[in-house]
């Protein structure tokens, strides 16, 4: 079945600066990857997603990339805002498992100002 | 919008009691997953409805079980309580499972065994 690996735990970065968030996965079946934004007490939150056909998609100061040959994707996030501190979580899926998500362990992102 | 609703927002159950958690999803979303989610860790898969029937099963208790009702909203049915129950359960919606459109997760139900 699928696994998902994702590094780093903890990432703190000043503010304005990039951080970055690597993921890994198992199953070249997985063809949907989404990223989701979880802040204290709340319900994660879909912040982009990718899928297999795609290498590369950005939406404002998040983008994602993805490596089929590697199984390896990742999030990037410019310009960083106080606002970006939360827990980040990367997920993959395919249909041939009913597209239950596995869930990478999540990196607590911290905005230093 | 519409998203996901969840109740109750927070629950205090004592050890083997019962609890039942509400999930209504996104309307014409067809499709409710149930997660786990314990203090620091990443959401467990416990169990997702597809058009009223189980499509797939996690890691859920026995002492658990589900159900998906006919205008799509789900329950979640907790007996025996035990200290270790206590979580946040989040309940997601999507629609022809998710794999094409995405999940909408609900703010959760916060779970407190005494």
């Known amino acids: 079945g699928e696994n998902v690996e994702q590094h780093p735990s903890t990432l703190s970065v000043q503010e304005g600066d990039s951080a970055v968030i690597k993921c890994t996965y198992s199953?070249?079946?997985?063809?949907?990857f989404p990223w989701y934004k979880q802040e204290l007490g709340k319900g994660p939150q879909l912040i982009i997603d990718?899928?297999?056909n795609v290498g590369e998609k950005k939406d404002q100061r998040i983008a994602v990339t993805l490596n089929k040959t590697a199984k390896h994707f990742s999030l990037h996030i410019t310009e960083t805002q106080p606002e970006d501190s939360a827990v980040y979580f990367c997920?993959?899926?395919?249909?041939?498992?009913?597209?239950?998500?596995?869930w990478g362990a999540g990196t607590k992102l911290i905005i230093k100002p | 919008a519409a998203g996901v609703i969840q109740s109750p927002r927070h629950l205090i159950k004592e050890k083997r009691e019962t609890a039942t958690l509400k999930c209504y999803p996104i309307?014409?979303?067809?499709?409710v997953y149930w997660y786990q989610q314990g203090p620091g860790q990443d959401p467990q898969f416990l169990i997702s409805f597809y058009e009223k029937m189980q499509s797939d099963k996690g890691s859920i208790p026995d002492r658990f079980s589900a159900q998906q009702f006919s205008d799509y909203h789900s329950e979640l049915n907790m007996s025996s309580l035990e200290l270790g129950d206590s979580a946040l359960y989040f309940c997601?919606?999507?629609?022809?499972?998710?794999?094409?459109?995405?999940?909408?997760f609900g703010s959760g139900t916060r779970l407190t065994v005494v």
């Open positions: 997920a993959a899926t395919a249909m041939d498992s009913n597209y239950q998500l596995i």
């Open positions: 309307p014409r979303h067809d499709t």
């Open positions: 990718i899928r297999s």
């Open positions: 199953d070249s079946a997985s063809n949907y």
């Open positions: 997601a919606s999507s629609l022809l499972g998710g794999g094409s459109y995405g999940y909408t």
